[in-house]
T-cell receptor
Framework: DADVTQTPRNRITKTGKRIMLECSQT?????MYWYRQDPGLGLRLIYY???????NKGEISDGYSVSRQAQAKFSLSLESAIPNQTALYFC????????????????FGSGTRLTVV | GIQVEQSPPDLILQEGANSTLRCNFS?????LQWFHQNPWGQLINLFY???GTKQNGRLSATTVATERYSLLYISSSQTTDSGVYFC?????????????FGQGTILTVHP
């Protein structure tokens, strides 16, 4: 099984619908992130969570919300999807100083390709 | 916020050739990572390298933090090296987690 699992892998939804993207990890990492990737724009941070009670907005949080249900689970919601939210969405995890980490390298999930029509 | 510039934007090689990818950043960093995104979209962490030099097989990376750049070396390239290479950084003084990504270098290796 993958260390970081995202579901669904692909999703087509209509404008105005609520949609949730889910992420779960078996790395035991404290930190989890949601990024979106658009062609030509690289990856941009939507939300991040350094532990279950610590959730923070990233660079482009408008139109999104998140929930950290457990250390291993971090979900991203689009409350009312719009076409410009069509993108590839990635969840990632990393270790923390609290856990004694010396390497803060990210582990990414396989991505969710979301199309809003 | 911190700016990250990668060069070249595109690179085309024949199998067996060597290449150097560069990442310049605008502020002091405590976290720098290189990633490879394969043609199927999967992102793989290559190096966590805020300073110094690391090697992993045919790949190596060097970060000169005082001069605000990092280099990724690919030797004896293979077609499986094709994809997009991203550099990502975090500004010194923050909390070791939130990365800012560059725009990437698209590498194509022909057989």
């Amino acid at each position: 099984d993958a260390d970081v699992t995202q579901t669904p892998r692909n999703r087509i939804t209509k404008t105005g619908k609520r949609i949730m993207l889910e992420c779960s990890q078996t790395k035991g990492h404290d930190r989890m992130y949601w990024y979106r990737q658009d062609p030509g724009l690289g990856l941009r941070l939507i939300y991040y969570s350094f532990d279950v009670k610590d959730i923070n907005k990233g660079e482009i949080s408008d139109g999104y919300s998140v929930s950290r249900q457990a250390q291993a689970k971090f979900s991203l919601s689009l409350e009312s999807a719009i076409p410009n939210q069509t993108a590839l969405y990635f969840c990632a995890t990393s270790d923390s100083l609290r856990q004694g980490a010396k390497d803060y390298g990210y582990t990414f999930g396989s991505g969710t390709r979301l199309t809003v029509v | 916020g911190i700016q990250v510039e990668q060069s070249p934007p595109d690179l085309i090689l024949q199998e067996g050739a060597n290449s150097t990818l560069r990442c310049n950043f605008s502020d002091s960093v405590n976290n720098l990572q290189w990633f490879h995104q394969n043609p199927w979209g999967q992102l793989i962490n290559l190096f966590y390298i805020p300073s110094g030099t690391k090697q992993n097989g045919r790949l190596s990376a060097t970060t000169v933090a005082t001069e605000r750049y990092s280099l990724l070396y690919i030797s004896s390239s293979q077609t499986t090296d094709s994809g997009v290479y991203f550099c990502a950084v975090e500004t010194l003084g923050t909390s070791y987690g939130k990365l800012t990504f560059g725009q990437g270098t698209i590498l194509t290796v022909h057989p």
